[in-house]
C-alpha cells in the first residue's frame, strides 16, 4: 500500500515537471522572437544614428538603440540572441555606449560652461537674513 502511494506521488511530480518544461519550451520560441523584434528595432535605431548629421539627434538615436538592445537582453541570454539573430548584443552595447561617449563628449566642448561665467550679484532687499519685507 505505501509503495504504490510512493509510486503514484512519483508519477504525479513527475507528470507535473514535464507539463512545466513543456510550458517553457513552448514560450521559449515566443520570447526569443520579442528579442529578435527588439534586436530589429535596435539596428534599425542604429541605423537611423549612422545617418544623423545633428549630434543631438544622433545621441537621442543611439540611446534608443541602446535601450532596444538591453531590452532584448532581459528577455534572452547573449547567446540565445547570437543564435537567434546573428548580432553579438555584447559588442553591439560596448559600440553604441562608445559613441553615446564621443557624442557627449563633442556635444559639451562646444558648450559654453555656465558656472565658470555667471556673475553671481545681490540685488539691494533680497537678502534673506534681512528684513526686507518682513
Given at each position: 500500500?505505501c509503495?504504490?502511494?510512493?509510486?503514484?506521488t512519483?508519477?504525479?511530480?513527475?507528470?507535473?515537471?514535464?507539463?512545466?518544461?513543456?510550458?517553457e519550451?513552448?514560450?521559449?520560441?515566443?520570447i526569443t522572437?520579442?528579442?529578435?523584434?527588439?534586436?530589429?528595432?535596435?539596428?534599425?535605431w542604429?541605423?537611423m544614428?549612422?545617418?544623423?548629421?545633428?549630434?543631438?539627434?544622433?545621441?537621442?538615436?543611439?540611446?534608443?538603440?541602446?535601450?532596444?538592445?538591453?531590452?532584448?537582453?532581459?528577455?534572452?541570454?547573449?547567446?540565445?540572441?547570437?543564435?537567434?539573430?546573428?548580432?553579438?548584443?555584447h559588442?553591439?552595447?560596448?559600440?553604441?555606449?562608445?559613441?553615446q561617449?564621443?557624442?557627449?563628449?563633442?556635444?559639451?566642448?562646444?558648450?559654453?560652461?555656465?558656472?565658470d561665467?555667471?556673475?553671481?550679484?545681490?540685488?539691494?532687499?533680497?537678502?534673506?537674513?534681512?528684513?526686507?519685507w518682513?
Open positions: 500500500m509503495a504504490a502511494l510512493a509510486v503514484t512519483a508519477v504525479v511530480v513527475l507528470a507535473m515537471i514535464g507539463k512545466a518544461a513543456r510550458g519550451r513552448a514560450r521559449a520560441p515566443q522572437r520579442a528579442a529578435r523584434e527588439l534586436l530589429g528595432q535596435s539596428q534599425t542604429s541605423d544614428a549612422a545617418q544623423d548629421q545633428e549630434s543631438l539627434y544622433k545621441l537621442q538615436h543611439t540611446c534608443m538603440a541602446a535601450a532596444y538592445a538591453n531590452a532584448a537582453r532581459v528577455l534572452a541570454a547573449d547567446d540565445e540572441l547570437l543564435r537567434a539573430s546573428n548580432i553579438d548584443v559588442q553591439k552595447l560596448r559600440e553604441l555606449e562608445a559613441a561617449r564621443k557624442l557627449v563628449s563633442k556635444m559639451s566642448k562646444g558648450t559654453p560652461s555656465v558656472v561665467k555667471a556673475k553671481v550679484t545681490k540685488a539691494k532687499g533680497t537678502d534673506i537674513g534681512g528684513s526686507s518682513l
